[in-house]
C-alpha cells in the first residue's frame, strides 16, 4: 500500500482520536461522568461501536472506554522512526477513526449542535440516521428495488456534474448520502443552487457538512448486520463480512483528499466499500478487502457512476418509458405543490378512476394508447383541472382475475416514478398532478399511458402478454365507465373476502429477505399478510407465476397437525428446507410457542404482557416506551434476525384486524395496549372483528400512551374497564 496514503491515514486518525479526546475531557469536567447520551431512536447506542467491540456506550464515562478501544489501534508514530506504514496498520487507524468520529458527533448531540445547519443556506441535515427509517426501508434493500448505497464526499467541480452525478444515482434507484466539503462547496449546497428537492422523500440525504457526518452512513451500514442479519455485538469478523457481502455500498469522493478524509475511507475500507475520487491519487493495490480506482487527469465524471456500480458489483436493472423526463424509485417521494402544477386530475376537484381488467387476447392492441375525448389536447393545454378515467386493459396466458387488483395498486408506482408527475390514492379516488417542469420537458397525456404500459409489461411481463391503456378525459364518459368501475371493485372485494387459509391448499413463502437474514422464512397465507405489510396471499401467488424461480416460493400445506395453533406438516417441511434447518416448526396462530420468525422490516411488534394476561402491539415509528419497559427500537433488536422468540413476533399491521391473529391464544380479546396513532389507523376493520367475538367497545378497552406506559398503571386501567383478558385463561 502507498506509503504517502497510509501515513495520511494514519495522521488523521491520530488527529480525530487526540480531537475526541479533547472535546469528551470537556464534556465531562461540565457534565460529570455519568452524564447519560443515546443517539436518537436506535437500540444500538454508538452502534459502530457496539457491533465492532460489543461495549454499550449509555454515558460520558462509557465514551472515555470506548476511545481508549481506539487509542490502543493506532500504532507507533511512523516519524518516530524508520518505517513503511502498511495495510494493516492503516486499516485498524480507519477503524480508530471511525470509533472517534461516533464520539465526537454523539458529544455534538449533547450540546445541541447535530443535526446541523448550514449558515450560508440555512438547510438543516439529517444528521444520525434513525433505527425506525432503516426498518422503513427494508423490504427496498431486500427486494432490489434499492440496490444500494452511496455515500457522496466533497463538492463536484461545479454544479451541473454534481446534478448530473446525482440524478444518475438516482435513476438507478441508489439511495445517496451526502456529507464533507471541499474549499468551502459540497454536493448539499450545489444541489440546493439547483433548486433540487432534498431528504428521504427524494432519497438524498445531506447528513452534515463535515467529513465525519460520513459516519452516520457507516452507522446505517453496520446496523444492517445488528438488525437484519442477527450479528452479536462484538464479534466484529462477522460483521465486517456481512458489510463486505451483503452491504451494498460505495463511496464518491469528489475534489481534493486531506488526511481526515483519507482516515474514514481506510474505516470505510474495512467494511469492504469500495471508494472512487476525481483527484489524482498514488497507486494503491489491496487485496483481498476492496478495490481503488485510478484516475486519468483529464478525469470524465459522466463514468463515475456506472464504474463505481461495476466494482462493487451491483446488479441494476432499471426499465424506463420513453418519456421526456427522469423515471425511478427516487422520484417517488417527490412532492408537487399547488404553486408548482400544471394540471391535476381526481382529487374530489374532478371525477377520476383507474381501474385493470382482463381481455382476451385478440381484443387488445398491444402498447396501444387511447385517448378518448372531444378536444381533450386544448383542454390539457390551457392546465388546470382535467377529469380522468384510466382503463389499464390486460391479457395473457397466464393472466388471472385475481391478479387485476395487484395490477392496479402498481399505477402508483408507476406514476410515481416519473419525475414531474405525483399520483396518489387508488380507485375511484386517485388523484394525479403534472408539475410546470415535467410539462416544460415535454410530458404529455399519452406519456401517462405509455409509462403503465411499458412498466405493466416489464412488471408483470410472465403473466402479461399484452396491455393497452384507454384515457377518459370528458366528465360524461369518465362518470359511465366509473359505474362499470365500481362494479367490478365491488365484486373483486367480494371474491378476495372470501378468501381463508382453509380454503386453499397452497399457502406462499417470501424469502426476499434472506438476503440480510438468512435463516427468516415469511410464510402468507390468506388471512395472514407478510410481516413487512407489502405481500399478501395473493402477490405472493402473482409473483411466482411472474417469476417460478424467485422468492415467493408455494408451500403445501400438507396435513393439519393443530387446528387450534396453525400448524400443518407441509410447512414445517418447507421451513427446513428453506431455513437452512434453523426452523424447524412454525405455528401460524399463536405467539407462545414457535411463532414466526423476523427479520427486521417489520411494521409492527407482538409482544407479552404476562401480568395483564395479554400482548401489546407497538408500531414502526412509535418512539415513547411501552408497558413492557421497552421502546420499539430496543424490542425490535431482540426480535428481528431470522431467530424464534417466544411471546415476542414481528406481524404486518393488516394482520391485527385478522380473524387467525393469535386465533390460538385468544384473538384480539388478548389485545391490552397499542399505541393511539395505531388504534386510529386500523379502527374500522378491528371494529367489525371486534363486534364479530360480542366486544364492541373492545378498542375502548385497549389502554395507550394517554392512558399508561407502564404494566402497573395498565393493569389498573384494565381492571377498572373489565378488559376480558383478565378473566381469560393464562396466555402463559
Known sequence: MSKIIASSAIRGARDIVSKADEMLNKAIAEKGIYFNFEFPDTAFYLPMIYAMTGFPVKTLGDMVTALTYAKELLHSEPDEKLWTPYLGEALDSG??????????????????????????????????????????????????????????????????IALQIVRELQEKNILIFLS???????????????????????????????????????????????????????????????????????????GPLDDLKWATGAGAINMGFPALCDTDVPVIHPTGVCTYEEVDKE?????????????RGLKIVVEKPPIPVAFGPAFEGERIRKEDTFIEFGGQRTPAFEWVRTKEMEEIEDNKVIIVGDNWQETFEKGGKMPLGIVIEVAGRKMQKDFESIIERKIHHNINEAQGLWHMGQRDINWIRISNAAKSAGITLEHIGVILNTMTH???????????????????????????????????????????????????????????????????????????????????????EIDPTGGNQPIAKGELVDARYGRYTGVDEYLKKASGGAVETLNLYTIMENPMTSCGCFECIVAIIPEANGVMIVNRGYNGMTPVGMKFSTLAGTVGGGAQTPGFMGIGVNFISSKKFLAGDGGIKRVVWMPKALKERIKDDFQKLAEGVGVSNLLDKIADETICEDSEKLVDFLTQVEHPALTMDSII
Open 95 to 160: 477503524m480508530a477513526t471511525l470509533f472517534a468520529e461516533e464520539i465526537i458527533l454523539a458529544i455534538r448531540y449533547i450540546y445541541g449542535l447535530e443535526p446541523c445547519k448550514d449558515e450560508e443556506t440555512g438547510y438543516v441535515y439529517n444528521g444520525f440516521i434513525t433505527d425506525t427509517i432503516q426498518r422503513n426501508l427494508g423490504v427496498q434493500l431486500v427486494d432490489g428495488t434499492m440496490p444500494g448505497f452511496a455515500a457522496i464526499i466533497g463538492a463536484a467541480p461545479n454544479e451541473d
Open 458 to 544: 416489464y412488471r408483470f411481463k410472465s403473466i402479461v402478454d399484452k396491455v393497452q391503456t384507454i384515457i377518459y378525459t370528458n366528465e360524461a364518459d369518465v362518470n359511465r365507465v366509473i359505474h362499470e368501475a365500481r362494479s367490478a371493485y365491488k365484486e373483486r372485494d367480494h371474491r378476495l373476502g372470501s378468501l381463508t387459509d382453509e380454503a386453499v391448499e397452497t399457502f406462499y413463502s417470501c424469502l426476499l429477505c434472506q438476503s440480510f437474514a438468512p435463516a427468516h422464512v415469511c410464510v402468507i397465507t390468506p388471512e395472514r399478510l407478510g410481516l413487512c405489510g407489502a405481500y399478501n396471499w395473493l402477490d405472493g401467488k402473482a409473483a411466482y
Open 299 to 311: 478525469f470524465d465524471h459522466s463514468k463515475i457512476v456506472q464504474r463505481a456500480i461495476e466494482i
Open 180 to 254: 464533507g466539503e471541499s474549499n468551502g462547496n459540497s454536493v448539499t449546497k450545489q444541489l440546493l443552487k439547483k433548486g433540487i428537492e432534498l431528504g428521504w422523500d427524494s432519497r438524498i440525504v445531506p447528513l452534515g457538512p463535515g467529513t465525519e457526518h460520513t459516519l452516520y452512513a457507516l452507522d446505517w451500514a453496520i446496523r444492517a448486520s445488528l438488525i437484519f442479519g442477527g450479528k452479536k455485538p462484538g464479534d466484529f469478523k462477522a460483521h465486517l463480512k456481512y458489510q463486505k457481502d451483503r452491504v451494498f455500498a460505495f463511496a464518491i469522493v469528489l
